[in-house]
Structures are given as C-alpha cells and as structure tokens.
C-alpha cells in the first residue's frame, strides 16, 4: 500500500512540476510583440524610378516593379505617387552587374555551368521635409546562382526577377527598419 501511495504521489508531483514549467513559460509569452517597436520617423515613401548605370537591359522596370511591390507587403509606410505627398523619397542606382564562375562543366571545362549574379544598388533617402538625407549612397548587394543548363542567356534572363526580389526585400529593411 506505501508503494502505490509513493507511485501516486510522485506521478501528482512530476504533473504539478509539468504545469508549473508550462504557466512560467507561457507567461514569458504574454507581452511578446511581433515586430520592433520602435515607430518610423515617416509614414509615407515615393520610390523615384531606378537609375541603371550598367548594361543589364531592362533592369530599371524589374527593380522598380519590385521595390513597391515589397514596401507594399511590408504595409509599415503607404508609398504614394509623387515626391510632393511623401515624407521620404528613396532613390535607387544600380551600379553594378556581374557574373563569376562558380562551376565548370563536365564535358568542356572552359565552359560554365553555374554562375554566381551579383547585383549592387546605391540607396538614398531623402527626408521631404527637412531636405535633410537619412542616408547616402548605402551600398546594397544581393548575389543568386543560375545554372547554364538551359543556355546563359535564358538562365540569366530567369534568375533576374529573383534577384531584383531579394534585392528590394533587402532595400526595404533597410529603410524600414530603424537604424
């Protein structure tokens, strides 16, 4: 009988001590807040058409078409249609465009099989009030690999609206999150 009362007692013990752990743990949870609190100094943005100094065809519209794309999901600032109404403008020139050789291929090896694409942006904002710049010239990179399976050209031409994607995801947080 003492066995079976020590069992019993030790198995109430080992789910009170379960339920404690989970009430603390839980209780941490309480005031978590997604995202930073931190509150932006603007609430609204004008993305100036991007400048292309490189001779990569038709980037401007995809790094464009991109960039209000992700400050459209982000939803922290509304981006609006002319410098006048905005709090901020950001201007965007892309400055560089280059492929390096990440891997030959197996039947001829000065041919490539995969290419590392690089492209590099420089950012300002601009503070529409003020006339005071937030930032100059940031350099921002992103760098994704294509395979030349499919020709180089193809594969290029593929690979740049995910490039410009992960490049304007990039180019929002570092406007939107507070530095």
């Not at 009170?16 to 995202?35: E, I, N, P």
């Not at 400050?71 to 400055?95: C, G, H, K, M, Y």
């Not at 005071?132 to 350099?139: C, N, P, S, Y």
């Amino acid at each position: 009988m003492t066995s079976r009362f020590a069992s019993s007692f030790l198995s109430q013990l080992g789910f009170l001590a379960c339920l404690a752990t989970a009430v603390v743990g839980l209780g941490g949870c309480a005031r978590y807040q997604l995202g930073t609190a931190a509150k932006l100094t603007f609430s609204s943005i004008y993305v100036a058409p991007v400048e292309n100094k490189t001779l990569l065809p038709q980037a401007q519209t995809v790094v464009s078409t991109q960039l209000r794309d992700a400050f459209l999901r982000d939803n922290r600032v509304s981006l609006v249609n002319s410098p006048e109404s905005a709090d901020v403008t950001l201007q965007v020139v892309i400055r560089d465009y280059h492929r390096s050789v990440q891997a030959a291929r197996s039947d001829d090896t000065g041919l490539a099989r995969k290419f590392a694409l690089t492209l590099g942006v420089n950012c300002t904002l601009r503070d529409n009030r003020s006339g005071k710049a937030l930032f100059t010239d940031r350099q921002i990179e992103v760098q994704r690999d294509a395979f030349t399976d499919s020709g180089q050209l193809q594969s290029e031409y593929q690979a740049l609206p995910l490039l410009a994607q992960s490049l304007a995801d990039k180019v929002s947080h570092t406007v939107l999150d507070v530095w």
